[in-house]
C-alpha cells in the first residue's frame, strides 16, 4: 500500500472540507519520545504533537501500562451510569488542580464538547441564550460552540442558538486595541465591554467564553491581568467566566498550570482536553458546584470519561506532576522563543514571535507592513517538514506558524528544532526576495 493509494481512498470516502497538511499529506506509522515516523521510513521531529494533545510524548511507557491494565479487566466501557473508580480518581484530581472551590468535574470526548457543556451550563444557570465572546476565538465544531467562535473560516454555518455579543481580544499587532500603548489596552477593553453590555445585549448575559491564549486564533493574547479586569465588570451584573483551557492547560503556557492564572482571577467555569487524554478521547468542565449542578434534566455523556481514557489521564496526569513539566516547559519554551526572536530579528517579514512556553507562534507578513503573508506562511511550513520538522499553521489570516511540542521536549530537542526552523524561514524568506 502506498501513500498515493491511501490519499486516493481518503479522498473517495471523506469530506473535502476536512483538511489534510502538507502538499504530499503523510501517514505516521509509528512514534517514540518527540518523534514519529511516516510510511517511507522518515523521521520527524514532532513540534505540533496531534495539534498539542500528545502533550507526553509517543510509546511513554507508563501511559501504555496503565492502559493495558484497564484493557486486562475485559472493561472497556460500561457507561457512567455505573461507577468508574478511574473516573472518581481522575475528577478528585482535576478538581483539587483546577482552583475553583467547591469543584465538580464532568467528562466528555473533546474539547468541543466541554465548550459545549459550559455553554449549557451557563445559560441554564442564568435562564438566558446571551452570551459574550472574543474576536478570532475559536472554541469548537459543534452548533453552540461554532456560534460562539469567532473565526469565520471557522464558522461553519450562520446559524446559531446563541445571541453573541464580541469583544475586542486585546492582541498586539492588529485591531483598535492594537494602537493604544500596552498600558492602556486594559482600560479600553473594560470600555468596550461596558459599551457592549449597554448596547448589544438586554443585561442579562449568561456568560463570557474566552481563551487565555487564542489556539486556532494563532497563539493570541491579550494582556495579562485582561480576564481580571473583564471579571470585575462581568461580577456587577452576574455574568459567568469560562475559561476555555483546551490548548492552555496542564502546565503548556509554563509560568502557570492553568492560563486563566496569568490574569489573577478564578474563573467560574473551566473547559479542558487535548493534552490530559495524550491522544485518548478526554476532556470536561469544570465549575462551582452551584453552577454546575443548573441542569434542570438528565444528562450524560456516553463515552466521556470511560474507564479506558481515564485511565490513560490519570498516567498523563501523574506523569506531568512527578516529572514537573510545567518548569520543562518555562525553560525548553524559553529556548525556542529567545532563540527565534534572535535569530528572526532582522527579518521584516517576521511581524512577531509569540506565545507563552511550549505554546508558541510565527507571524508572517509582507515586509514593512501588517497585511498577512500566507504564501509565505506555506513555504516555511513545507521546508520545516523537508528538514525533518513538523508544525502547525493557523491564525486568522493562515500566516502564522503554530508549535506545541510535548511537554517533555529535551533541550537538545529544543535547539535542534529551532536550527530547522530558523533554516526553513530564512531560506523562505530569501526565496521570496529573489522571487
Known amino acids: 500500500m502506498t501513500s498515493d493509494d491511501l490519499l486516493a481512498r481518503h479522498?473517495?470516502?471523506?469530506?473535502?472540507?476536512?483538511?489534510?497538511?502538507?502538499?504530499?499529506?503523510?501517514?505516521?506509522?509509528?512514534?517514540?519520545?518527540?518523534?514519529?515516523?511516516?510510511?517511507?521510513?522518515?523521521?520527524?521531529?514532532?513540534?505540533?504533537?496531534?495539534?498539542?494533545?500528545?502533550?507526553?510524548?509517543?510509546?511513554?511507557?507508563?501511559?501504555?501500562?496503565?492502559?493495558?491494565?484497564?484493557?486486562?479487566?475485559?472493561?472497556?466501557?460500561?457507561s457512567t451510569l455505573y461507577l468508574i473508580r478511574q473516573q472518581v480518581e481522575l475528577a478528585e484530581k482535576v478538581a483539587r488542580l483546577s482552583g475553583i472551590p467547591d469543584a465538580r468535574v464532568f467528562f466528555t470526548n473533546s474539547g468541543t464538547e466541554a465548550n459545549e457543556a459550559a455553554l449549557l451550563v451557563a445559560t441554564n444557570h442564568r435562564r438566558s441564550h446571551q452570551i459574550l465572546a472574543v474576536?478570532?476565538?475559536?472554541?469548537?465544531?459543534?452548533?453552540?460552540?461554532?456560534?460562539?467562535?469567532?473565526?469565520?473560516?471557522?464558522?461553519?454555518?450562520?446559524?446559531?442558538?446563541?445571541?453573541?455579543?464580541?469583544?475586542?481580544?486585546?492582541?498586539?499587532?492588529?485591531?483598535?486595541?492594537?494602537?493604544?500603548?500596552?498600558?492602556?489596552?486594559?482600560d479600553a477593553a473594560v470600555e468596550d465591554l461596558r459599551e457592549v453590555l449597554e448596547t448589544q445585549?438586554?443585561?442579562?448575559?449568561?456568560?463570557?467564553?474566552?481563551?487565555?491564549?487564542?489556539?486556532?486564533?494563532g497563539f493570541v493574547h491579550g494582556p495579562d491581568g485582561l480576564f481580571a479586569a473583564w471579571k470585575k465588570v462581568l461580577d456587577e451584573h452576574g455574568i459567568l467566566l469560562i475559561s476555555d483551557e483546551v490548548q492552555t492547560g496542564w502546565g503548556r503556557t509554563g509560568e502557570h498550570f492553568w492560563g486563566y492564572e496569568a490574569h489573577g482571577v478564578t474563573p467560574d467555569l473551566l473547559t479542558f482536553a487535548k493534552g490530559i487524554g495524550n491522544g485518548f478521547a478526554l476532556a470536561g468542565v469544570v465549575g462551582r458546584a452551584d453552577v454546575l449542578e443548573a441542569v434542570p434534566a438528565i444528562s450524560f455523556s456516553t463515552f466521556g470519561g470511560n474507564p479506558v481514557s481515564t485511565a490513560a489521564g490519570n498516567a498523563v496526569l501523574d506523569y506531568l506532576l512527578d516529572h514537573d513539566l510545567q518548569a520543562n516547559a518555562a525553560r525548553v519554551g524559553a529556548i525556542l522563543g529567545d532563540g527565534l526572536r534572535a535569530a528572526t530579528a532582522d527579518l521584516?517579514?517576521?511581524?512577531?514571535?509569540?506565545?507563552?512556553?511550549?505554546?508558541?507562534?510565527v507571524e508572517f507578513v509582507r515586509p514593512g507592513t501588517t497585511e498577512p503573508d500566507p504564501a509565505l506562511t506555506t513555504r516555511v511550513f513545507e521546508a520545516c517538514r523537508e528538514g525533518g520538522l513538523l508544525v502547525g499553521k493557523g491564525g486568522l489570516h493562515g500566516n502564522v506558524v503554530r508549535m506545541g511540542p510535548p511537554l517533555t521536549l529535551t533541550e537538545d530537542e529544543a535547539r535542534e528544532g529551532l536550527a530547522i526552523l530558523v533554516e526553513a524561514i530564512r531560506s523562505s524568506v530569501a526565496a521570496e526576495v529573489t522571487a
Not at 521584516?348 to 507562534?361: H, N, S, T
Open 11 to 78: 479522498r473517495a470516502v471523506l469530506p473535502s472540507w476536512m483538511p489534510l497538511y502538507y502538499a504530499e499529506p503523510l501517514e505516521l506509522v509509528s512514534g517514540s519520545g518527540r518523534r514519529v515516523t511516516d510510511a517511507a521510513g522518515r523521521s520527524y521531529l514532532d513540534f505540533f504533537g496531534g495539534v498539542l494533545t500528545n502533550m507526553i510524548g509517543y510509546d511513554i511507557p507508563e501511559i501504555r501500562e496503565a492502559v493495558e491494565r484497564q484493557l486486562r479487566t475485559g472493561i472497556v466501557h460500561s
Open 348 to 361: 521584516d517579514a517576521v511581524a512577531e514571535v509569540r506565545g507563552k512556553g511550549l505554546m508558541l507562534g
Open 201 to 217: 445585549t438586554a443585561g442579562d448575559v449568561a456568560c463570557l467564553i474566552a481563551e487565555p491564549i487564542q489556539g486556532v486564533g
Open 135 to 186: 474576536r478570532n476565538s475559536y472554541h469548537g465544531r459543534s452548533y453552540a460552540a461554532m456560534g460562539a467562535t469567532g473565526n469565520r473560516a471557522w464558522s461553519a454555518s450562520a446559524l446559531n442558538p446563541l445571541q453573541v455579543a464580541w469583544l475586542h481580544s486585546g492582541e498586539r499587532l492588529r485591531g483598535l486595541l492594537a494602537r493604544l500603548d500596552e498600558g492602556d489596552r486594559i
